[in-house]
């Protein structure tokens, strides 16, 4: 049975990838219900591109913000267009296997209410044979304390069931759409994972993502973003009282460490929980990295 799917793309200032991008979505061979692009008050060409595609292409719907939203905002208001019961996330400069949507829905599981595949980066050409992540695991199932402090679903490489959005909306200023969508999906049923290479991510100079800061100011800015992501998810619908719990006792301790510049109860909680913690690590002497890891949130500068 073909099912309905609506894909949301949001745009900011993409003209150089995002014709490529949108001709790899509509060239599935899973056919999509609708392509929903907005603008985020883009300066460039991105939405001349778009509406001239749009007049090939009846599926394609262009919306312009008359100011800029910020991409978790944008995406938020991108979401409550889709029409279909089913949803895809696109970034405006990656690339999509020609399978992607395809495969993702052959292997989902109809009590699951968000499925996301792997991805890779790539520069100039795309990938012939490419590899996935040495470094991490990618994570699954309903135990959102193991996205606790490092998100591993990517936006860009998901499907979810519109009936998640009635628990995932509002997505709360300052916290990323994508890790929102995936604790809240963790804690409404679970999250599946498809261990096949099917998004292509273009790395670039204006990619939004792919930042180009000192090693102390990637530091300095994560410890910032992850308590307010903490105090976000401890306010999830659905989630567990034990789940609640963790978040709360997180989210003091790191602000803690932030006030003072370290913090020893946010280490030996680190360390109680580290196994579900730095469940996405990869490492041959596991319990080293998990006590190196702890060290540096709770005491590093």
Known sequence: MILPISVVLCSYNGARFIKEQVLSILGQTYAIMELIVVDDASTDDTCGIIASMAEADHRIRLYRNPVNLGFSANFEKALRMAAADIIAIADQDDYWHPAKIEKMMAAWRTDVPLIYCDSIRFTDKLPQNPLPNKKNRKLEGDDPKCIGIFNTISGHAMLLRKSLLDKALPIPADVYYDWWLAVVA??????????????????????????????????????????KHLAAFSAIKGMKREDVLFFQKLEYYWKQRLERGWSLGLFLFLLKYRKVLYAYKKRKLPLISELKHSFLFAFGR
């Open 186 to 227: 963790m804690c409404n049923g679970s999250v599946q994972f498809l261990p096949e290479i099917l998004v292509y991510q273009r790395a670039h100079d204006q990619n939004v993502t792919i930042q180009h800061l000192s090693e102390k100011a990637l530091r300095k800015q994560f410890r910032q973003m992850l308590v």
